[in-house]
């Protein structure tokens, strides 16, 4: 036993027992005999050392893993105690730490960015089950048909009354018999009424009705707010000024001119964009923004937005298809795509939901509409460009300046008739922010185009218009307006400090500095772990690409989708 106390190091004095070893420290002294506690803890694994008669049992595991974990520091120091784990409850109090603060933070900010994870489930798992309990029933022997208000790609409108009972509260309605995209539209239009009441037409109800001989039809149902569009207004000679009253309920009492044109158009186009933001912050984008498909509200004053059938619910993923598009190519993006159609298809509603914000910022397909949104901005401004052999024209014209609007003026200006010169005055007007603004929003890269809350914190909005706005709206503006200033004031701050670089002044870049900036070129050859990267990530994209492709095919191939199910169906 004598060869088992020099292998571990133990060294044992008279009556006084010490026993020191390298693993435990320079000394470690323990009285000897053991108290009764002491006696208590002694474990399995004991080591019995004899010398000059005496001898001692040590618990090895248990002292050489409390000298280990918590006597250290004490047998370092050498302050006499051996310390133990508390034995004391611990405390249920939740403590607060900066990083998890800064995680918590990250984490609420990512369920409520755009088109947001935490709004998306409870619209889709409390909102749209509660509002199905409690909406109306309607068929389509319930109504009389009435006048046909229009007819498009995605189906026929008319306007109807109630056939038994005169209408309660709900006044006259408007049917519209869905050719293509039925499903879609009820999905959309429900969302909308849950999401964003004020952007789009205010809808009531949507169905779908077995028919023996064309298979089953769907039906929707709103109220009737009005039947002048967009399109049918500016096709007047008296554009703006008939939207004027409309707006206001009043005439303007001051002489026609620029500024008071330049005003009801501003108004128009803030109304347009409030409804453009209601859709996006929700995650739709409706890919066929058009003077056709904005209707004026009679009873609110106010532009909104109609014909969702082509819309994307890109929050779950409704109505997109990666290599597919729908668009009217007059008022459409170069790009022609709101997502890159690498972009996998929509996996399950939840999955997609949770990941939707990623998609969304990496992407911005809001920006596909704020494209739209211009072209009706520019054909607001100039007469030439409402007809479609105008707007044509433009398109075609735009596409040889590669996208470029300024370079599109320089080429238009020098020979441009009386109508085109008045339309470039009306947006050089308050020192060109209409036309600043225009520019913003016809580009030829999505990304560098601005979105609807930056549009309304442009200063072209700074004016109130013809219009008051309500008080949320008021809030909302007053925010874009807050963190567009910020955006800018940072901006000009950089800018400030480029502009002293070279001079006397403190805080701005030497020419030596920017002369290393310039110097800063990248390398040509990569390092072997830069070019094993390189190619798994080739590899990754390549395995992602097949996947897209089989998951493509297999969507293509289901008979019914999950979410058409929630649709009722009148027998």
């Known amino acids: 036993?004598?060869?088992?106390?020099?292998?571990?190091?133990?060294?044992?004095?008279?009556?006084?027992?010490?026993?020191?070893?390298?693993?435990?420290?320079?000394?470690?002294?323990?009285?000897?005999?053991?108290?009764?506690?002491?006696?208590?803890?002694?474990?399995?694994?004991?080591?019995?050392?004899?010398?000059?008669?005496?001898?001692?049992?040590?618990?090895?595991?248990?002292?050489?893993?409390?000298?280990?974990?918590?006597?250290?520091?004490?047998?370092?120091?050498?302050?006499?105690?051996?310390?133990?784990?508390?034995?004391?409850?611990?405390?249920?109090?939740?403590?607060?730490?900066?990083?998890?603060?800064?995680?918590?933070?990250?984490?609420?900010?990512?369920?409520?960015?755009?088109?947001?994870?935490?709004?998306?489930?409870?619209?889709?798992?409390?909102?749209?089950?509660?509002?199905?309990?409690?909406?109306?029933?309607?068929?389509?022997?319930?109504?009389?048909?009435?006048?046909?208000?229009?007819?498009?790609?995605?189906?026929?409108?008319?306007?109807?009354?109630?056939?038994?009972?005169?209408?309660?509260?709900?006044?006259?309605?408007?049917?519209?018999?869905?050719?293509?995209?039925?499903?879609?539209?009820?999905?959309?239009?429900?969302?909308?009424?849950?999401?964003?009441?004020?952007?789009?037409?205010?809808?009531?109800?949507?169905?779908?009705?077995?028919s023996s001989k064309k298979g089953g039809e769907y039906w929707l149902v709103w109220r009737f707010e009005g039947e002048a569009t967009l399109q049918d207004l500016m096709l007047s000679k008296e554009f703006p000024y008939n939207v004027e009253k409309m707006i206001l309920g009043k005439i303007q009492d001051e002489p026609k001119g620029l500024v008071r044109e330049n005003r009801i158009i501003q108004t128009i186009m803030r109304q347009l964009l409030f409804a453009l933001d209601g859709l996006h912050s929700t995650g739709i984008v409706h890919r066929d923004i058009k003077p056709q498909n904005i209707i004026f509200s009679e009873g609110s004053r106010t532009f909104k937005i109609i014909d969702l059938g082509a819309a994307a619910d890109l929050r779950v993923g409704i109505n997109y298809i990666p290599k597919e598009f729908l668009l009217d190519p007059r008022y459409a993006a170069p790009e022609q795509y709101i997502m890159s159609t690498q972009t996998p298809s929509a996996p399950s509603a939840p999955v997609a939901t949770a990941l939707s914000p990623v998609l969304w910022q990496m992407n911005l397909p809001d920006r596909f509409d704020i494209y739209s949104?211009?072209?009706?901005?520019?054909?607001?401004?100039?007469?030439?460009?409402?007809?479609?052999?105008?707007?044509?024209?433009?398109?075609?014209?735009?596409?040889?300046?590669?996208?470029?609007?300024?370079?599109?003026?320089?080429?238009?200006e020098p020979r441009a008739n009386t109508e085109l010169r008045k339309g470039f005055e009306l947006l050089d007007l308050d020192g060109g922010i209409g036309w600043e603004l225009l520019t913003s929003m016809i580009r030829y890269k999505a990304r560098k185009r601005t979105s609807a809350k930056a549009a309304l914190a442009h200063p072209y909005f700074?004016?109130?218009?013809?219009?008051?706005?309500?008080?949320?709206?008021?809030?909302?503006?007053?925010?874009?307006?807050?963190?567009?200033?910020?955006?800018?004031?940072?901006?000009?701050w950089v800018i400030g400090l480029m502009a002293k670089s070279g001079t006397e002044k403190d805080g701005g870049f030497t020419e030596a500095q920017l002369q290393?900036?310039?110097?800063?070129?990248?390398?040509?050859?990569?390092?072997?772990?830069?070019?094993?990267?390189?190619?798994?990530?080739?590899?990754?994209?390549?395995?992602?690409?097949?996947?897209?492709?089989?998951?493509?095919?297999?969507?293509?191939?289901?008979?019914?989708?999950?979410w058409s199910r929630w649709i009722p169906r009148e027998e």
């Open 462 to 492: 700074d004016k109130e218009g013809l219009l008051a706005l309500s008080v949320m709206q008021k809030l909302r503006l007053q925010y874009f307006r807050t963190t567009q200033q910020d955006y800018s004031e940072a901006a000009k």
């Open 373 to 412: 949104t211009g072209l009706i901005y520019l054909q607001m401004a100039f007469p030439s460009l409402r007809t479609d052999s105008g707007l044509i024209q433009f398109n075609r014209q735009l596409k040889r300046c590669g996208y470029d609007l300024i370079e599109w003026r320089k080429t238009v």
């Open 516 to 562: 290393d900036f310039k110097e800063i070129e990248p390398k040509k050859k990569g390092n072997p772990q830069r070019n094993a990267l390189a190619s798994a990530l080739r590899l990754q994209r390549k395995i992602g690409r097949t996947l897209n492709e089989s998951m493509d095919e297999l969507n293509q191939q289901r008979k019914s989708l999950w």
């Open 1 to 210: 036993m004598a060869a088992v106390a020099t292998t571990i190091g133990f060294q044992l004095k008279d009556k006084q027992s010490t026993i020191s070893s390298p693993f435990l420290g320079r000394k470690l002294e323990m009285k000897y005999p053991f108290q009764p506690m002491q006696q208590r803890m002694i474990s399995n694994l004991k080591v019995s050392v004899v010398c000059a008669g005496t001898e001692l049992v040590v618990d090895f595991v248990n002292n050489l893993f409390l000298g280990v974990g918590v006597g250290l520091p004490c047998t370092v120091m050498e302050c006499g105690d051996i310390i133990y784990r508390s034995t004391l409850p611990r405390s249920n109090e939740l403590t607060i730490t900066a990083p998890g603060v800064i995680l918590a933070l990250g984490a609420l900010s990512y369920l409520w960015a755009t088109p947001g994870v935490a709004p998306g489930f409870w619209d889709m798992f409390v909102l749209a089950f509660v509002e199905r309990l409690f909406r109306p029933t309607f068929k389509k022997d319930d109504f009389m048909l009435g006048k046909k208000l229009g007819e498009g790609a995605f189906g026929v409108v008319y306007r109807v009354s109630l056939a038994e009972k005169p209408v309660l509260k709900e006044g006259d309605l408007v049917l519209k018999k869905a050719t293509e995209y039925g499903a879609v539209e009820i999905w959309m239009n429900e969302r909308v009424r849950r999401a964003c009441a004020s952007s789009c037409a205010d809808f009531l109800y949507g169905f779908l009705e077995s």
